[in-house]
């Protein structure tokens, strides 16, 4: 049976309310739940499994049109509220997979690149274009900080570039790199998702397998970038790129440039100040209220225990 559309409810509530109001509204007849943000509070990407971390939760909750929503509404768990139920809309029917492909478009980042949904052609043939279908993993350039790292890249890789894209999502940052001229790139992500979704885009941009290779953060393959990276471009959180500060320099060769995103300009203290003893960084660039990181590798970037050593 078709839906000539739906009712759609929206619904405050807090991060420990959550999931008791989820799955009550799933009890209760909801087809299809969605999570904003209450407070204009900027969040960047959860990890696998895991539930956005903003402290106000506007949950938009999508019911059959002939349901009784009233009876619901009526009976929502009180603690699970922190303002009246909005009065539900209608809304009509659409193919959903069409209408989230119709807001992605060919955007031009930089001078050089051009990032094209795959299913469009690109504006201009002659361009570096990136050809990129996101399928479940992060990384459309849509994001300030994708857009950020994608502008430094343009400006950064060169011929001959060895790059690691960390935190590779779609791979959407190697690709650029290796369109722009890098070398060979290898990608790293915690999600296996992240992996297959890199892969699948690297062969939609003719990406030969010798030259880009995306692997889960304990992979064999890692040690051997060891000191040989040109640049290491990473755009996670502000927590998790702090733990990788060790990891993250010890793939720059001398010389090599990092350039770190997915962190808010008050985080860019912290952020400094953990690579303090590997590299010196430096705010390069702001959007939207993410800064993006850069520094240059002076020297042989020490093991952590040399640089435990010289305090
Ligand atoms: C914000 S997305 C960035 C994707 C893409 N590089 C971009 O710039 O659009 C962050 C990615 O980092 C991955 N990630 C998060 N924590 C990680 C970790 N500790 N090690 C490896 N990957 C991680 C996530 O799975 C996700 O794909």
Redesign the pocket.
Known sequence: MTQAGWQELRVETTKAQVETLENWLFDHGAVAITLEDNADEPL??P??GETPLWRNVKLVALFPEGLDLLAVTDNIPAQTLVAPVAVPTHVPDQDWERAWMDSFHPMRMGERLWICPSWTDPPEPDAVNVMLDPGL?????T?P??AM??GELDVSVAEGTQLV??????????IAGLKLGAHRAL?????P??ITASHQNAERNGIREEQFQAV??DHEAIPSWAGCADIV?????AG?LI??APELTALLKPGGRLIL??LLANQAEALMSAYRPHIALHVVNDLEGWVLLAGTATSAVPPMDASAADR
């Open positions: 960047l990407e990890g696998p993993a992060f990384g459309t350039g994001h900080t994708t790292c994608l894209d960390y935190g590779c999502g779609t791979a959407i940052l190697a990608g790293i992500d915690n999600d998702q992240a889960m953060p471009v990473a755009n996670i959180l998790p733990q990788l995103a997915g």
